[in-house]
């Protein structure tokens, strides 16, 4: 009876959720596999923007202020052979304050001349 969550029983086992505002709310519970599969997950996004960083270094043009900048298009052309989520890695770029670029976000063919600058 108490796996059963139609129970009446007082003992019936009913899954602890963490009340608004403490900070476990919306978490998994530690030590949980879902818990390590966001960790590794987290940890492949961080790798990728890393990897994207360094593209837009090697194949950008460095400016008169000393950041490193390559349109939309030229980035596109390069970085999809690598990955097809650019769009999306460059908005957890700029998130992070690693890159910067005009707008909210990017569409290839449109925005193939905007310029992401890296900082």
Same mark, same amino acid.
């Given at each position: %009876?108490?796996?059963? #969550? ?7 086992? @009913? #899954? &602890?959720?963490? #009340?608004?505002? +403490? ?12 818990? %390590?599969?966001?960790? +590794? ?9 890393? *990897? ?9 043009? @460095?400016? *008169? ?8 298009? %030229? ?9 097809? @989520? ?10 992070? $304050?690693? &890159?910067?670029?005009? $707008?909210?976000?990017?569409? %290839?063919? @449109?925005? +193939?001349?905007? &310029?992401?600058?890296?900082?």
């Amino acid at each position: %009876q108490r796996k059963n #969550p139609f129970s009446n029983d007082s003992l019936a086992s @009913k #899954p &602890v959720h963490a #009340p608004r505002g +403490d900070p476990a709310y919306g978490r998994p519970p530690e030590g949980s596999k879902t818990e %390590q599969r966001g960790k +590794d997950a987290h940890s492949h996004v961080g790798k990728e923007v890393e *990897e994207l960083c360094l593209i837009i270094r090697s194949t950008g043009q @460095k400016g *008169e202020d000393g950041h490193v900048s390559v349109t939309f298009g %030229q980035l596109f052309e390069t970085y999809v052979t690598i990955s097809n @989520k650019v769009v999306g890695i460059l908005l957890r770029a700029r998130k992070h $304050g690693l &890159v910067h670029f005009e $707008g909210e976000m990017l569409w %290839q063919g @449109k925005d +193939d001349d905007v &310029v992401i600058t890296l900082l």
